[in-house]
T-cell receptor
Framework: SQKIEQNSEALNIQEGKTATLTCNYT??????LQWYRQDPGRGPVFLLL?????KEKRKERLKVTFDTTLKQSLFHITASQPADSATYLC????????????FGQGTELSVKP | DTGVSQNPRHKITKRGQNVTFRCDPI?????LYWYRQTLGQGPEFLTY????????KSRLLSDRFSAERPKGSFSTLEIQRTEQGDSAMYLC?????????????FGPGTRLTVT
């Protein structure tokens, strides 16, 4: 079965710096990888999707990379702001199983002013 | 459209009681998913529906759990004879089966506490 892991330790960075979060997966089968943001007491909110044949995807200050050889995705937030503080979840989308998501445990990001 | 809604937002129940949660997805979404999330963990897949058909159930979903989606609209998740281990946030999400990004829209969740 697929397994997905994120750095469980919280990441603390200074405002304006780039935050980099890591997501590793095992037993990969053709799938897509998504990143979500979750604030306390709320449901996750979709940020980006990256497909297996894409190396990189960007959206405003966000960048996601996908290395199928390393079985790793990196999520970058450039010019980070205190409002970026949240938990970030990566998820494998199992396309041939109804699009269900297998989530990592999430990484809590704290951006200090 | 107001997004995915879930009711109730919080539920406290005594062990052994039955509880039922409701999810109202985005109206044009044909797929509906239930997940369970405990503190410090990511959501865990429980089950999903395409229209009114329940197409997959996780092994996490014991016989005490049942979900329905009559008429392919709202969905209910019932837990019978609740146990303390059932305490968690129950999240509902909906999506289009043919969406470009396969984005799932999550509701705010129902937080269940079993005492």
């Amino acid at each position: 079965s697929q397994k997905i892991e994120q750095n469980s330790e919280a990441l603390n960075i200074q405002e304006g710096k780039t935050a980099t979060l890591t997501c590793n997966y095992t037993n990969y089968s053709p799938a897509y990888l998504q990143w979500y943001r979750q604030d306390p007491g709320r449901g996750p909110v979709f940020l980006l999707l990256i497909r297996e044949n894409e190396k990189e995807k960007r959206k405003e200050r966000l960048k996601v990379t996908f290395d199928t050889t390393l079985k790793q995705s990196l999520f970058h937030i450039t010019a980070s702001q205190p409002a970026d503080s949240a938990t970030y979840l990566c998820a494998l989308l199992i396309y041939n199983q109804g699009g269900k998501l297998i989530f990592g445990q999430g990484t809590e990001l704290s951006v200090k002013p | 459209d107001t997004g995915v809604s879930q009711n109730p937002r919080h539920k406290i129940t005594k062990r052994g009681q039955n509880v039922t949660f409701r999810c109202d997805p985005i109206s044009e979404h044909n797929r509906l998913y239930w997940y369970r999330q405990t503190l410090g963990q990511g959501p865990e897949f429980l089950t999903y529906f395409q229209n009114e058909a329940q197409l997959e159930k996780s092994r996490l979903l014991s016989d005490r759990f049942s979900a329905e989606r009559p008429k392919g609209s709202f969905s209910t998740l019932e837990i019978q004879r609740t146990e303390q281990g059932d305490s968690a946030m129950y999240l509902c999400a909906s999506s289009l089966s043919a969406g470009a990004t396969y984005e799932q829209y999550f509701g705010p969740g129902t937080r269940l506490t079993v005492t």
